[in-house]
């Protein structure tokens, strides 16, 4: 003790210097000792180029496992206590003893060594006597702590009843229950600071209108009060005067609106689909309607007679596959390709929505309303407790948080940290929240108010879409180079066959009845024309197939 006293006061040592330090210090001593007996009993060191080194150039102590030898055999009593090694060159053991400094005395606790433990009696008598000196439930003397207190602290002392901590709380009109809210949860979160704190509420304001924040914070660093308690959100400006506490509350802006009474509509079926989605969905049912009877119309009864008929068969049949009722039957394969492949975003648009709109416009800017209003979460959530014909419309933006001001370098900021996190954890700290803001039914988060984002978009099913239409007009240019080779044998046949084939093939494709002949033979059954490939000894296959 008294080497340690005469390093403290020569002021080789700080607060800072621990145990580890000691070590350091006692190593330092070890390798100085050792080369000081190294020269006086080998003379100068010498150093060489280490041939079996693959850095060559590095130059090797050539007294190595001399010096080695030297520290081995190295015993005397350092900072640490006793420095000597065993036969593996390891540190022996170490018996230390527990010592109580009160003031310039010390006192002697106790004694701890890696073989015995903590223990009362040294570990020498206890090895002596085989540990059978040893008994459960010892105990060690009296601790004296700062103070001459003997019962153990809580830790700092950062107030005393006579001198209790200032805390400032502002003091608003509007949003008075945060006032509350913030006030319990300060109560709660200072139970488990490990000490006491005596406090004190100071009220900030003068009640008719809402104070400063700026200037509630800039009173904490100018120690007019030592902490403040309330919605104080933290921000860059506050952080370089005060230090805040973990986040209790996170907030961020948010846009408040009036929702549309989407319950009270007649129009309320439409709500899933943005317009855009609505009209493509309608422009796929008429193509895949005009595709599936070109397919099927030479081929299936169903799709077959008056031009009226045939319009309403294959709107009806397109329709219908919304609701899988179709009573006609799909027979060519090229049909069957694109129904399947139809049916797909069919299905997928029954998606349920997860919340319906409950609310209500009552008023808008131009019966002395507005629009939107735009504030922080935590005052928007209030309000909606209370109200059911408004929501939140969009994302948040700006995320923030309140904290607890105190002055620069408390340990209080710390700690209150930690026992916000740890209230957090437990779920303790939503619960006080629910306490003062949520109603059973009127919590923001069981309503989910999000008019927009829930809507189903274009882009949500594009993939769907376009795959549906790829497979459609794969099936249709099938069909319709089918149809045109078959068309041309089949008015070749009925020409003059006296005739040149280059000049009947080009009158057959670009005469002036071409088209109109191409579509009569089109409104051909194909089993007329087969039977009729049949008569003159050219039998074809079936287009559609």
């Not at 009060?225 to 230090?243: L, P, S």
């Not at 009552?362 to 909606?384: C, H, K, Q, S």
């Not at 769907?464 to 041309?488: E, H, K, N, P, W």
């Amino acid at each position: 003790m008294s080497r340690l006293r005469n390093m403290q006061k020569k002021d080789f040592m700080n607060s800072n210097f621990n145990v580890y330090g000691l070590y350091a210090y006692d190593t330092i001593w070890v390798i100085a000792r050792s080369i000081d007996r190294f020269l006086k009993e080998h003379g100068n060191m010498s150093f060489s180029l280490g041939a079996n080194l693959q850095l060559r150039n590095v130059k090797v102590f050539d007294g190595g496992g001399l010096l080695l030898d030297i520290i081995s055999k190295t015993n005397f009593t350092g900072l640490t206590g006793q420095v000597k090694f065993d036969a593996d060159n390891n540190l022996m053991n170490i018996d230390y003893e527990i010592i109580n400094v009160v003031g310039e005395t010390t006192f002697k606790v106790g004694y701890w060594s890696n073989d015995t433990g903590l223990s009362v009696q040294s570990p020498e008598s206890l090895k002596r006597n085989k540990f059978v000196s040893t008994v459960r439930g010892q105990k060690l003397d009296i601790i004296t702590w700062p103070g001459g207190e003997v019962e153990k602290p809580r830790g700092w002392v950062v107030a005393t009843a006579e001198k209790p901590l200032r805390i400032g709380v502002p003091k608003t009109v509007s949003f008075t229950e945060f006032e509350d809210f913030c006030i319990d949860l300060f109560n709660e979160v200072l139970k488990m600071v490990p000490y006491e704190v005596p406090f004190r509420f100071e009220p900030f304001g003068d009640g008719l209108n809402n104070p400063s924040y700026d200037e509630l914070v800039r009173m904490v660093a100018d120690d007019i009060f030592d902490a403040a308690v309330g919605d104080i959100a933290i921000v860059t400006n506050r952080t370089k005067v005060v230090d805040f506490t973990q986040p209790f509350v996170a907030t961020g802006l948010v846009v408040l609106a009036p929702i549309e009474n989407s319950i009270s509509s007649g129009w309320v079926f439409l709500k899933p689909f943005t317009l855009e989605m609505w009209c493509v969905t309608a422009a796929s049912f008429v193509i895949i309607a005009v595709v599936i009877w070109m397919l099927e119309h030479r081929v299936n009864d169903d799709f077959r007679g008056p031009p009226r008929r045939q319009m309403q068969k294959m709107f009806l049949f397109s329709f219908s596959t919304l609701f899988k009722a179709n009573r006609e039957k799909v027979v060519s394969t090229l049909g069957k390709f694109v129904m399947v492949s139809r049916h797909t975003p069919v299905e997928a648009r029954f998606i349920r929505l997860p919340e319906e709109y409950e609310s209500a416009l009552r008023r808008g800017p131009t019966n002395g309303g507005v629009a939107a209003i735009v504030d922080e979460i935590p005052y928007v959530e209030l309000f909606l407790s209370k109200q059911s014909d408004f929501g939140i419309v969009g994302q948040t933006f700006t995320r923030s948080g309140w904290g607890f001001a105190f002055q620069k370098g408390s340990p209080l900021a710390a700690d209150m940290s930690t026992a916000i996190l740890n209230l957090a954890e437990s779920g303790q700290l939503e619960k006080i929240h629910d306490k003062w803001f949520c109603k059973p039914g009127s919590c923001p988060e069981e309503r989910m108010r999000k008019s927009e984002d829930n809507r189903l978009h274009l882009r949500s099913f594009l993939a769907l879409y376009s795959f549906c239409g790829i497979f459609a007009l794969t099936a249709f240019f099938i069909f319709l180079i089918r149809a045109v080779r078959q068309y041309i044998k089949y008015a070749t046949k009925q020409m003059d066959p006296s005739a040149s084939s280059l000049s009947m093939s080009s009158n057959i494709v670009f005469g002036q009845a071409a088209v109109r002949n191409f579509l009569k033979f089109f409104d051909e059954k194909e089993e007329a024309v087969k039977g009729f490939f049949a008569q003159h000894g050219n039998p074809t296959t079936q287009v559609s197939q």
